[in-house]
């Protein structure tokens, strides 16, 4: 698949892949960040190794003097090894099962999201515990997973008017995405549960419960009606 | 100990932010002007990167001393009056004696931002590596949970490691900055925007919402329209990133930006111009003109020279009366 690498002002450099957006591009790019994390190279250089959908941008210390030049070319010399490897293996992850209450106060979206799609409560949560999630990047806000996975049979159009306050631990399905968000916000999309589990804790060692490339699956802890 | 009288309506406690966390969602955070913020901290002995307050100047902020202490305002062009008589000077350090006030009050053309530190900084908790205020996602500050300062709120303040023993001031990075133009870095999707926009962006005055905060500044004016729109991915983001949503009138984000986003970059502030961001207030106009990298990097390293010359200044011995001033 071809790239394009570019500037992002003086402190930032983003590899992206151009075409359909894909897991094996997405494992390529965690492959390169973690190339670019030990590559004795670039140290001094980079604050933050960010990636995005199917895109890897470079956080970069304004006051280093090398050459961006030599950033693209350690970049891309990367992404060709990794286009030689394997990495479905690799990039399994840690696999974390989300409990949820679904329906009623806690996801006060579940019925009408189940109406549209012409199906019952049950066969929606159904479909929403059965894949296996995959976190394509974290980001917007602490602990916010971009996953991939949700049966495109219940992709479903955001809320026509956002709600000013969603409570933390809300499950929500937006367009063709799905997800939870860890703390409370705004938010359009439509919820359908809610989960107790802290996706973002400050305490923790690694504050973010889930980072790129790791797994997750939801499961039912109940169905309110 | 460091009381809040009146707390205005944004004081909070900055750092250089919380810089590597952008892969878990968080972002940087810390003062929106980082030069003034060094700034401050150097006057007094501090590190640079040891946590001081950024006070909103545009509603009046006082604060009660319950200690003797050096302390010192920089940044805006607020007005500093001392126990209710003395005037304050910006860019020096000034010895406050226990139970005298500080307070900032607006002035003309001041600017949104001023920074006021205290020798020995302020004892406050550290939250993943930084002791930045991060409002929107309740991480730092002076409880640790992205409060902002609050009246009746008391601040420790940590022993000062050396002794300082007279005043001295040094002439101000920011001080005559009134001109409101900012110099900038084409963005990744410049050339998606029509002939006009592109002309407009940089021709135009560019009005400052009153829609704006320490996430985002939004910017009014002349709609900017994409004649190529392509689809944008989410990808990572930073302070000084100029995206254009549907709207087309621009937003600038500002330290407290979220960590990801998807809207198309019509330019890029430089890390040599992000300081003046500090300096546009609601309804104030901004003009964009255009450099390259080069230009950039040299602006940064002119900041870097003159705070060079600040160090030098301060590690000057006191007794020979060094003062250098505007």
């Not at chain 1, 690694?206 to 790791?214: A, E, H, Q, R, T």
């Not at chain 2, 001023?114 to 991060?134: H, I, N, W």
Request: charged letters at 20%; a neutral charge.
């Amino acid at each position: 698949m071809s790239i394009e690498i570019y500037s992002v002002g003086d402190r930032g450099i983003t590899l992206s892949v151009c075409g359909e957006v894909s897991l094996a591009d997405q494992q390529k790019i965690w492959w390169v960040g973690e190339q670019i994390a030990s590559s004795d190279t670039l140290k001094g250089l980079i604050i933050d190794i960010v990636p995005g959908m199917n895109n890897l941008t470079l956080f970069l210390n304004p006051y280093y003097t090398g050459s961006r030049v030599e950033v693209s070319q350690v970049l891309e010399k990367f992404w060709k090894a990794a286009n030689e490897l394997d990495l479905t293996e690799k990039f399994k992850g840690k696999l974390v099962e989300i409990p949820v209450t679904y329906g009623g106060e806690k996801g006060p979206d579940l019925l009408e999201v189940a109406k549209i799609h012409g199906i019952s409560a049950k066969a929606l949560v159904q479909k929403h515990t059965a894949p296996i999630y995959t976190v394509y990047f974290v980001g917007f806000m602490p602990g916010f997973v971009y996953l991939g996975g949700l049966d495109p049979s219940i992709h479903t159009d955001r809320r026509a008017t956002p709600r000013l306050k969603i409570p933390a631990g809300s499950v929500g399905i937006g367009g063709s995405q799905t997800g939870v968000y860890p703390g409370e916000s705004p938010g359009g999309w439509q919820i359908i549960g809610n989960t107790e589990t802290s996706f973002f804790d400050v305490n923790r060692e690694i504050p973010s419960l889930f980072l790129p490339g790791d797994q997750l699956r939801f499961v039912a802890k109940d169905v309110l009606l | 100990m460091m009381e809040v009288i009146n707390a205005g309506i944004l004081t909070t406690i900055q750092d250089y932010g919380r810089l590597s966390y952008a892969h878990m969602g968080v972002g940087k955070s810390g003062a929106i002007d980082g030069v003034s913020l060094h700034l401050a901290n150097r006057l007094v002995g501090n590190p640079g990167n040891s946590p001081a307050l950024e006070v909103s100047v545009m509603t009046p902020v006082k604060f009660l001393f319950h200690q003797d202490c050096w302390i010192s305002v920089t940044g805006s062009n607020c007005t500093i009056i001392i126990d209710g008589r003395g005037q304050g000077w910006h860019g020096w350090r000034t010895f406050i004696k226990k139970g005298q006030t500080v307070e900032l009050k607006p002035a003309y053309n001041s600017g949104m931002y001023s920074y006021l530190a205290v020798a020995g900084g302020f004892d406050t908790l550290k939250v993943m590596d930084s002791y930045s205020t991060d409002i929107k996602n309740r991480l730092g500050g002076h409880k640790g949970d992205g409060s902002l300062l609050q009246k009746g709120d008391r601040l420790a303040i940590k022993k000062p490691t050396h002794k300082i023993i007279q005043a001295v001031g040094v002439r101000a990075f920011s001080r005559t900055y009134i001109s409101s133009t900012i110099f900038v870095l084409k963005g990744p999707e410049f050339d998606q925007f029509d002939d006009a926009s592109q002309m407009r962006f940089f021709e135009e005055e560019w009005e400052i919402s009153s829609n704006s905060n320490r996430m985002g500044i939004r910017l009014e004016g002349n709609r900017l329209m994409r004649d190529k729109p392509l689809e944008m991915r989410s990808q990572g983001v930073f302070e000084g990133v100029i995206q254009v949503p549907p709207s087309g009138q621009p937003l600038v984000l500002a330290a407290e930006c979220q960590s990801t986003g998807g809207y198309p970059r019509i330019a890029v502030i430089p890390q040599a111009e992000l300081w003046k961001l500090a300096y546009l207030p609601a309804r104030k106009k901004v003009q964009f003109k255009l450099i390259d990298e080069l230009r950039a990097k040299e602006k940064l390293e002119v900041q870097q020279q003159y705070l060079e010359s600040v160090e030098y200044i301060l590690a000057q011995p006191q007794r020979d009366q060094e003062v250098y001033y505007e």
